[in-house]
């Protein structure tokens, strides 16, 4: 079964320029789409489109076959800032999902504790997310966004903030503990290679107005090597891309 | 520790000592001037009249911290109420808005009197004029904070399904109590002299009955003595505004301590 289906979808903000225009992608379950293109190209826009913020002018988004075009609260979403509330300690911030949804205060504490380890900012728990650092913080906006539930995650820019080695880090931790979640993601990136390396598949989206224009399946097994992002391979992707987004 | 020692010194030293310098020009003046007494009491003679009066006069600042705190509690929930209703309904926001920063322009003294011959000398137009003078820098401050929200945070919140209410109690609420607190810090100060001088204006108890008393007998020695105390008083409850504030926003501490690096 398809985790997400998006048909048809077009979308403008003033009714007459759109934005995207007869955009339709499939995310299968457990798959990890990252979607690729330039700034401003609406790639930000498709996310709040599905995640229910922008209503499509045309088109519908489908989760798991239900429809739900323009409404929000059904899928995990995480912003570009990590938007951890500075007046929250960490794990209340993590367990807003669970306390909107209704759940005690303490309950929704304990569940996400569990996870504070798996997620590397055991410890951070009282703590305020200003004392944290940009990967820390990044961390448990991650985990936030997974205490959601949905079955469906997307992902806009989380590592762009940070600096070359945290960001290798991440990717590195990324690969090792989300993928074991299996969750079905959406990525947005404009780095071609955290695009290569962590995507299952990768959509580019190009255009004025903008739709998918090309799909490149990465074939590399997951859980990948270590080493992936120096193979010869890798550096085929690489090209592939680039030409084509040339 | 030694260093935060160090700090408050450095902070605390150069105002103390120019009090002392001040306190000093004034005993001399009185000592050696030729001021006479009922015009420049002198340092001595202040302490003197607390030591026979602070018995009367703590029995009217009694009367004047209820009317103060009664105004200030019903200007704050009018002020919260106001800022409220002002964010959701925007129409209700451009109709008011304006009109209560031009009332701000009406001098609180001038509305006393009437307010006196409309209410009486009872407690209440006391409290009502506290209430005005109250809850216009609470309604202000909490309407800027709800509106300073960050979209993307409120964007955020409704993709988890949040609630209107309930992105204004985990969002909005917090994040306006810091320019609430700073408001809240000027709106009790104000409150206490708005009290005092509605108390000019008419009224048996009070400190500032006690001042108009003592004014009208031209004991220069207990003015001073009860404009000390009103000063005092002041400074207690902006204190006291600081100890809650800190309770209430833990997370501004540290907060501060980082931009600070």
Known sequence: ?246 | MKEKLRSTINKVLPPLAALLLIFLAWYCICAFGSVPKYMLPSPGDVLAAFQKDWQLMLSHARVTLAETFIGLFFGILTGFLMAVIMDKISLVRKMLYPLIVISQTIPTIAIAPLLVIWLGYQMLPKIILIVLVVFFPIAISLLEGFASVDADTVNLMRTMGASDIQIFRYVKLPNSLGQFFSSLKISVSYAVVSAVVSEWIGGTEGLGCYMTRVRKSFSSDKMFAVIILISVLSLLLIWLTHIIQHACMPWDKINQKRRNQ
């Open chain 1, 1 to 246: 079964m398809h985790a997400l289906d998006i048909q048809n979808v077009s979308f403008s903000y003033d009714g007459k320029t759109n934005i995207l225009e007869n955009l339709n992608l499939t995310l299968h379950e457990g798959e990890l789409i990252c979607l690729l293109g330039v700034s401003g190209g609406g790639k930000t826009t498709l996310f709040n489109v599905i995640a229910g913020l922008n209503r499509p002018q045309t088109g519908k988004v489908l989760l798991g076959g239900e429809d739900i075009t323009g409404q929000s609260g059904k899928i995990s979403y995480m912003l570009q800032k990590d938007m951890l509330l500075p007046f929250r300690t960490v794990e209340d911030n993590v367990a807003l999902p669970l306390i909107i949804k209704g759940m005690k205060k303490k309950l929704a504490r304990q569940k996400v504790g569990g996870h504070f380890k798996a997620f590397g900012i055991d410890g951070t728990q009282k703590r305020y997310p200003a004392e944290l650092s940009g990967g820390m913080r990044q961390r448990a906006a991650l985990l936030r966004t997974y205490m959601f539930g949905g079955s469906v995650a997307l992902l806009d820019e989380p590592f762009s903030a940070l600096d070359t080695l945290t960001k290798s880090e991440m990717h590195r931790w990324y690969l090792d503990v989300m993928d074991e979640i299996k969750l079905s993601t959406i990525f947005i990136t404009h780095d071609v290679d955290e695009a290569i390396l962590l995507s299952d598949r990768i959509c580019l989206l190009r255009g004025r107005p903008g739709s998918i224009t090309d799909e490149i399946v990465i074939t590399e097994p997951k859980p990948r090597r270590r080493d992936f992002n120096l193979t010869e391979e890798f550096l085929q992707y690489k090209k592939q891309i680039i030409s084509k987004l040339q």
